[in-house]
C-alpha cells in the first residue's frame, strides 16, 4: 500500500504521496467487516469524480475524519520519537557560534533536519 520504503511525502504546501496516504488511512480505519468487503472486491474502482492531482494540500488533512486524523497525528508523533533531537535542539546548532564549528556536510545534515522537524511539527499543528 505505502511502498517499498514505507514512508508517505509531506510538503510544506502538499502531500506529494496523496494516493498512498489516502489508501493508507481508510484501510487502517477500516472496521474487520469493511476491510473484508475492500479486499473481496480486490480494492476500490477508480471514482472518476475524484480529483486527477497526485498531491493533497496540507489544509485538506484537517478535513480528515477523526480516527484517521489520529492515526496520522500518532504516526508523526512516533517519527519525531525517532530522531536523536527535538526541533529545539536542531535551533540551538542553528546559532551562529555553534553552527560555524560544524563541517559543510554536518551542517547540509542539519538542515534538512531542521526542515523535515519543522514540516512534521506544522502537520501536527493542523491535525490537532
Known amino acids: 500500500m505505502?511502498?517499498?520504503e514505507g514512508a508517505f511525502v509531506l510538503?510544506?504546501?502538499e502531500v506529494?504521496?496523496?494516493e498512498e496516504l489516502s489508501v493508507t488511512l481508510k484501510v487502517l480505519c477500516m472496521s474487520e467487516e469493511e476491510f473484508k468487503e475492500?479486499?473481496?472486491?480486490?480494492g476500490w474502482e477508480d471514482d472518476s469524480e475524484e480529483e486527477e492531482s497526485s498531491t493533497l494540500p496540507n489544509?485538506?488533512?484537517?478535513r480528515l475524519k477523526p480516527p484517521c486524523k489520529k492515526l496520522l497525528y500518532d504516526s508523526v508523533l512516533l517519527t519525531l520519537e525517532s530522531y536523536g533531537s527535538d526541533l529545539k535542539a536542531e535551533q540551538d546548532l542553528l546559532k551562529k557560534e555553534v553552527y560555524e564549528k560544524l563541517s559543510h556536510r554536518e551542517q547540509q545534515a542539519l538542515h534538512v533536519r531542521y526542515g523535515q522537524?519543522?514540516?512534521l511539527h506544522q502537520?501536527?499543528?493542523l491535525l490537532q
Not at 475492500?38 to 480486490?42: F, I, P
Open 123 to 125: 502537520v501536527l499543528e
Open 11 to 13: 510538503g510544506w504546501d
Open 2 to 4: 505505502v511502498g517499498e
Open 16 to 18: 506529494l504521496t496523496e
Open 38 to 42: 475492500y479486499k473481496e472486491q480486490d
Open 117 to 119: 522537524k519543522r514540516i
Open 59 to 62: 489544509a485538506a488533512l484537517t
